[in-house]
């Protein structure tokens, strides 16, 4: 049978993948240290859970409104006023099945062939694959010379009559890296000057281990309201992401668009567990500080663990629960005479040898570079240090 175009243009997901392979291998009875999945290890919170069982027996199963029920609706609003500072309207929110859904609506809504996105590596898997399923280019920009940040120069020569989007993902999936202001304050002006709209990926933007909050670009610059699209959900700040809710904000005509996408695709996110949402978004942070506190005394042991190792370079993340190191430093080494040669050679290896499972920088742009979640135990971090060392020391 023939497929699309489009879909034989994307790839699997390798994240999905590598995980897919180390759960085969601990349903085989191996013990195997999960260092690949983007999730939270935490149960959800008892206050969100209550809610939602609340919603189902007081009978919310049935179909509700696609845009999102208007309680919930109203609930991000605020929230979304509180930390940005900017009053949004009804008709400007939509409640999609997680923040990947809402960026798929959006790039649906954005793009189509001919146009471009702009993606800064490294990038999350998602944002290239969804430019193609609309039918644009996505434009990868490298990483930067100094290995992190805003490439100016490789953005500057990607602009033009059709690059119409650009993504901001500050922490961001996979380097933990934090946009400086200047780099946000730079962005907000080439959007000006060259009409492009921004997709704000905000999912990590409360997992900061810094005292500072994150620079956004429309706290900086409240008049870009027209042209940016806030993108965030319950997934990663409140550990429910297999509870699929995500939302969106922006420009009244995109959210209409992306609303349009919706109504005839998915409908509504799942109605009760929009309702456990307006729980999650109205609790107080104590809520989630215990889970912050445990990631950052992780951060702190799997940084040390990692920069201790020979041929390993790891800067700590400003935000999210990954760590990226460079690992290039380990690809002319070779084992059994065979050389590594690459990251995701690298990620085989050390899960087929030392049964750790972490994503290769290729999935993200950034060959040379592997990520470990650090949504796992302390004893899994200590671990899976120990097994690195173990196989760095038999590399040739
Ligand atoms: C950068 C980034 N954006 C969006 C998502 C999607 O989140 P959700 O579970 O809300 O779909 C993820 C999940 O891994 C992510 O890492």
Redesign the pocket.
């Known amino acids: 049978m023939r497929l699309s175009q489009r879909v034989q243009a994307i790839q699997p997901s390798v994240t999905l993948a590598i995980t897919a392979r180390a759960k085969a291998l601990q349903a085989a009875g191996e013990r195997v240290l999960p260092m690949a999945a983007?999730e939270p290890d935490f149960p959800t919170p008892a206050p969100i859970r209550e809610a939602c069982v609340r919603a189902l027996e007081a009978g919310h199963t049935g179909y509700a409104p696609s845009a999102g029920i208007p309680e919930l609706r109203a609930a991000v609003r605020k929230r979304v006023q509180a930390e940005l500072g900017l009053a949004y309207g009804d008709d400007q929110v939509v409640v999609s099945c997680?923040?990947?859904?809402c960026?798929f609506n959006a790039m649906q809504s954005l793009l189509g062939p001919g146009d471009r996105g702009l993606v800064q590596s490294p990038y999350?898997v998602s944002y290239p694959a969804q430019m193609v399923l609309a039918g644009a280019e996505p434009v990868l920009l490298p990483i930067p010379a100094s290995g992190a940040g805003l490439n100016r120069p490789a953005l500057e020569a990607a602009l033009g009559e059709r690059t119409r989007v650009l993504v901001l993902?500050s922490p961001c999936?996979p380097s933990g890296h934090v946009l400086s202001a200047d780099d946000i304050d730079y962005v907000a002006g080439l959007a000006r000057q060259n009409d492009l709209t921004i997709v704000s990926?905000d999912?990590?933007d409360q997992l900061i281990y810094g005292p500072e909050r994150p620079a956004h670009i429309l706290r900086r610059h409240p008049d870009l309201q027209d042209r940016v699209i806030v993108v965030h959900?319950v997934?990663k700040t409140y550990s429910m992401?297999g509870w699929r809710l995500?939302y969106a904000l922006g420009p009244k005509p995109v959210i209409a668009a992306m609303r349009k996408v919706q109504d005839q695709s998915t409908s509504n996110a799942t109605t009760f567990v929009q309702h456990a949402a307006i729980t999650a978004l109205e609790s107080p942070p104590a809520l989630v500080a215990g889970m912050l506190a445990a990631f950052a005394e992780r951060r702190k042991r799997i940084v040390a663990g990692l920069s201790g190792l020979p041929g390993l370079r790891c800067q700590a993340p400003d935000g999210a629960f990954y760590a990226f190191p460079d690992v290039s430093g380990l690809l002319a080494r070779s084992l059994d005479g065979q050389a590594v040669g690459s990251a995701l050679r690298l990620a085989e290896l050390l899960l087929e040898r030392e049964r750790v499972a972490c994503v290769p920088g290729e999935a993200f742009g950034a060959p040379g570079y592997l990520r470990f979640s650090f949504a796992c135990s302390l004893e899994v971090i200590d671990e899976a240090i120990v097994r690195l060392g173990r196989f760095i020391a038999r590399l040739g």
């Not at 997680?98 to 859904?101: E, I, L, T």
Request: proline fraction near 0%.
């Open positions: 983007g997680g923040a990947k859904h960026l999350w993902n999936n990926d999912i990590y959900g997934s992401t995500g």
